[in-house]
């Protein structure tokens, strides 16, 4: 089945500044790659997604890179603010296993 | 539309006790999907649904785990005897297709089995 590895599991940044997240994944049949952000308490929440026949894509703060070649995909977040703490997500969705797999978590922190 | 409900928020049981966790997903939404949140685990999938048919019940831990979806606006995750390591967070998430379309999470059960 797919696996997603997630790294770092925990990040600290100052406010305004830039913040990345790494994921790689194993299955080439998975063509879908969502980000969710879980604030405490509360469910996962999608903040972006990409599909397989896309290379970048960016809405506002956020933009999400993928490599298929590589199997990674990565969340860049621009201008941190201390509302972007949080637990952020990323997934893949296999073709082949039809589920979506979640990789191990990042804790962000924006210091003020 | 309120998104994807979940009942209760909290539970406290004790050992062998019989857990329910209810779950109404969003108007028009044909899969219902349950997990599991833990420190050691992370996001599980347990099992979901499409048009209220289970279709992957393979991420269910085991026969003391049962989940039901009588019809499209409701779904119950049960747990008959609930053990102290079933403690965690169980999500119920619902989309309108399966692959690339957004999951939508509800709040969560927050369940302790002391």
């Known amino acids: 089945g797919e696996n997603v590895e997630q790294h770092p599991s925990t990040l600290s940044v100052q406010e305004g500044d830039s913040a990345v997240i790494k994921c790689t994944y194993s299955d080439s049949a998975s063509n879908y790659f969502p980000w969710y952000k879980q604030e405490l308490g509360k469910g996962p929440q999608l903040i972006i997604d990409i599909r397989s026949n896309v290379g970048e894509k960016k809405d506002q703060r956020i933009a999400v890179t993928l490599n298929k070649t590589a199997k990674h995909f990565s969340l860049h977040i621009t201008e941190t603010q201390p509302e972007d703490s949080a637990v952020y997500f990323c997934a893949a969705f296999s073709g082949s296993a039809r589920q979506l797999t979640f990789g191990s978590g990042t804790q962000l922190t924006v210091l003020p | 539309d309120a998104g994807v409900i979940q009942s209760p928020r909290h539970e406290v049981t004790e050992m062998g006790q019989e857990v329910t966790l209810r779950c109404k997903p969003i108007?028009?939404?044909?899969?219902l999907f349950w997990y599991r949140q833990t420190m050691m685990r992370g996001l599980e999938l347990l099992i979901y649904?499409?048009?209220?048919?289970?279709?992957?019940d393979s991420g269910m831990p085991e026969d003391r785990f049962s989940a039901k979806m009588p019809n499209a606006s409701f779904s119950t995750l049960k747990i008959q005897p609930s053990e102290p390591r079933d403690s965690a967070v169980y999500f119920c998430a619902s989309s309108l297709a399966l692959g690339s379309q957004t999951q939508y999470f509800g709040p969560g059960t927050r369940l302790l089995v002391l």
């Open positions: 649904f499409n048009n209220n048919v289970p279709i992957d």
């Open positions: 108007s028009g939404h044909d899969y």
